[in-house]
């Protein structure tokens, strides 16, 4: 299953800008490797931004729930991140199913 992921990563007044880098260079390495692994299917840093967009393809909406429970960002400071997630459908799959509602 594909999912669309969008954090948006806020950190503490008490949390210095170096503090949020050691956890975020944690959190790097973790993606990185998810990627390498298939897990995730590409990956973004928005330029300007506290802001990471991912694809991710997994098993179950569960197995992604668990991945993002475990992840090291959330973790350390998960109050401080807000995930959206979206269900994705590949769009050759849509097209056939509109195509099919014209013959019916």
Known sequence: MLFHLDFRVEYSAEMSQNDLFDIWSEEAKAAVGAKEAGVVVDLW???GD???IAIVNVESMEMLDQILLDLPIMKRMGQHVKVD???LRTYEGFAADVNE???K
């Open 45 to 47: 840093k928005a330029v």
């Open 50 to 52: 506290r802001r990471v």
């Open 85 to 87: 997630v979206t269900a």
């Open 101 to 103: 509602r014209l013959t």
